[in-house]
C-alpha cells in the first residue's frame, strides 16, 4: 500500500494539487485504512476518536507534502476533517455571529440570512450532490436523526438552538442531492430601549403589554417567520416580575433565556425553562400540550408557550388562560384579525366542536393580539394591537389600540428600500379590560396612559 501510494505521489507531484483533488485522496485513503475512526467522529460516539482521526491526519499530509496555495498545514487538516467527518463549510456559517438561517437550495447554492434579515448567497458549495447528502446525514446523525430513501425528509435540532429540516432525493431532484433550512436559534435578551430605538413600537405600546401581563391578561403575538414575533415575547416575559412564577414551555430548542442574576451570581427571579422531547414511540413523545397539562400543576403565575403549532397545544394553552393563568405565547398568522380564526383552524384538526364555539374560547382566551411585520427594508414593527372583545353572529367583534400606518416605500440613492410611516393611537381598552386591570392590581395613574375618560 505504502508503495503504491508512492507512486500516486510521485507521478502527481509534477501536477498542481487542488484542494479537491487532496480531498478525494485523503478520503481514499482513510476509508481504506480507518473507516471505523471516520465513523466514530463523525457520529459523535467519543472525542478521543476525533482527536485521533486529526492526529492522524495531519501526519499524513505532512508525510505526503500536501501543499495548498494559501492555507496552512493545519488550516488544511481542519477543512478536511470537517468534510470527512463534520460539517464541512457550514459549521464556519452556523456558528457565524449574526447569521439567523443557512439554507442549502442545492449542493451548489448556498444562502444565509442575516439577524437583520439580510440574504446572502455565499461562495463556499459542496463539491457534488452526494457529497453535500453525506454532510447532512452526518449532521442528523449528531442528533440522532437518519435519513435515507425510506424516510427522505426529516426534521431534527443539531443542539440545543440550532433545527434542520432537510429533504433528500427523491423529494429533491437528483442533480440537487439534499435541500436543508438550518436555523440559528439565538435566545432572545432585547431590552425596552433596543424596540424603542429600532422605532418597532412606541413608549405607549409596550408599557401597555407590560400592564397586561403584570395585571393577568394574556397575550398572542402573531406574525409570520423572522417577523419579530419571539423577539417580542422574549421581552414582554423578561418584564415578568421577579416575586411571580414564570414557566416556559419551548419546542426542541432553547430560544428564552430569563433567569437574572445579581452581580454574585445569586438567582433573583422564580423561572423555569421546559423542552419537548419528540419520541418515535408516542408514549414516550413528550410535546407542548404534555407538559402544558403538568405546568398547571407547578402554580405558575405566567406561562410561557413559544409557539402554538398543533390542535391539543392551541386548546390547552386556551384552556389555561381561561382558568386564571396569564399566557403569553406566539403563532403564524397574517393579521391580528385572522388570529383567532388561525387558533380555531388549528384547534378543529382534533376538536370536533362548532366554530363559533372555538372563537369564543379563542377570544375569551387571549383578550389581546399583538401583530409584528418584517417590512421592505427589513425592519421590524409592531403593526398593530388589538383587543378582542367576542365573537357574535359569526361576526369578531374588537378593538383596534395601536397600529403602524405605511404612508409610503422609498429606495435611497444606494438602491436600499426605505419604509416610511408612523405608529398611531387608534383607540382605548374596554371597560371591561379596564376592571379586569383593576381588579389584578393596576392602579390608575398607570392605567390612565392607556385609558383616558371619554374617549
Known amino acids: 500500500m505504502a508503495n503504491l501510494n508512492d507512486i500516486f505521489f510521485t507521478a502527481a507531484a509534477t501536477e498542481e494539487l487542488t484542494y479537491d483533488k487532496v480531498l478525494a485522496e485523503v478520503q481514499r485513503y482513510f476509508a481504506e485504512n480507518y473507516a471505523s475512526t471516520i465513523a ?36 488544511l487538516c481542519e477543512k478536511l476533517y470537517e468534510d470527512m467527518a ?40 459542496f463539491s457534488s450532490p452526494q457529497h453535500a447528502i ?20 426529516v426534521i431534527g435540532f443539531l443542539d440545543k438552538n440550532v433545527r ?27 431590552s425596552e430601549t433596543k424596540l424603542l430605538q429600532s422605532d418597532s413600537a412606541t413608549a405607549e405600546m409596550l408599557h401597555f403589554l407590560k400592564a397586561c401581563i403584570r395585571y393577568g391578561v394574556s397575550v398572542c403575538i402573531a406574525g409570520s417567520t423572522s417577523s419579530g414575533k419571539t423577539t417580542v415575547m422574549a421581552w414582554l416575559l423578561s418584564n415578568v416580575p421577579d416575586n411571580r412564577r414564570l414557566i416556559t414551555i419551548e419546542e426542541g430548542s432553547r430560544e428564552f433565556d430569563l433567569v437574572k442574576r445579581d452581580g454574585e451570581g445569586n438567582i433573583l427571579n422564580s423561572v423555569v425553562h421546559l423542552l419537548t422531547r419528540p419520541h418515535e414511540n408516542p408514549s414516550m413523545n413528550i410535546n407542548q400540550d404534555f407538559l402544558l397539562e403538568r405546568v398547571l400543576r407547578k402554580h405558575p403565575d405566567v406561562i410561557g408557550v413559544g409557539e402554538m403549532r398543533s390542535a391539543a ?83 369578531l367583534r374588537y378593538r383596534s389600540l395601536y397600529k403602524y400606518e405605511v404612508a409610503d416605500n422609498t429606495i435611497d440613492a444606494d438602491g436600499n428600500p426605505h419604509v416610511v410611516g408612523r405608529h398611531k393611537k387608534t383607540g382605548q381598552i374596554s371597560d371591561e379590560l379596564k376592571k379586569r386591570m383593576l381588579d389584578n392590581g393596576i392602579s390608575n395613574k398607570e392605567l390612565t396612559e392607556f385609558w383616558k375618560e371619554g374617549k
Open 313 to 395: 397545544e392551541s386548546l390547552s394553552a386556551a384552556e389555561s388562560s381561561r382558568t386564571g393563568h396569564t399566557v403569553c405565547t406566539t403563532i403564524h398568522s397574517n393579521s391580528c384579525t385572522s388570529t383567532y380564526r388561525r387558533m380555531m383552524t388549528l384547534a378543529k384538526r382534533k376538536y370536533s366542536m362548532d366554530d363559533s364555539v372555538l372563537m369564543q374560547i379563542m377570544v375569551e382566551a387571549y383578550p389581546i393580539v399583538v401583530f409584528t411585520k418584517q417590512l421592505e427594508d427589513r425592519s421590524r414593527k409592531i403593526m398593530e394591537i388589538i383587543e378582542g372583545e367576542d365573537f357574535e353572529n359569526g361576526k
Open 164 to 190: 434542520i429540516s432537510v429533504d433528500k432525493t427523491p423529494v429533491v431532484d437528483a442533480d440537487v442531492g439534499v435541500n436543508a433550512s438550518i436555523r440559528i436559534v439565538n435566545q432572545q435578551t432585547v
Open 86 to 125: 463534520g460539517y464541512s463549510f457550514l459549521k464556519k456559517w452556523i456558528y457565524m455571529p449574526g447569521v439567523e438561517e443557512v439554507n442549502v437550495n442545492a449542493f451548489n447554492d448556498i444562502e444565509v440570512i442575516m439577524n437583520s434579515g439580510r440574504s446572502l448567497k455565499i461562495p463556499d458549495k
Open 40 to 75: 466514530g467522529a463523525g457520529d459523535g460516539d467519543t472525542e478521543k476518536a476525533s482527536e485521533l482521526l486529526k492526529e492522524l491526519m495531519v501526519q499524513y499530509c505532512v508525510k505526503r507534502k500536501f501543499v495548498i496555495e494559501g492555507i496552512t498545514t493545519e488550516e
Open 134 to 153: 453525506d454532510v447532512v446525514r452526518r449532521m442528523l446523525n449528531a442528533c440522532g436523526m437518519v435519513i435515507d430513501d425510506t424516510m427522505p425528509s
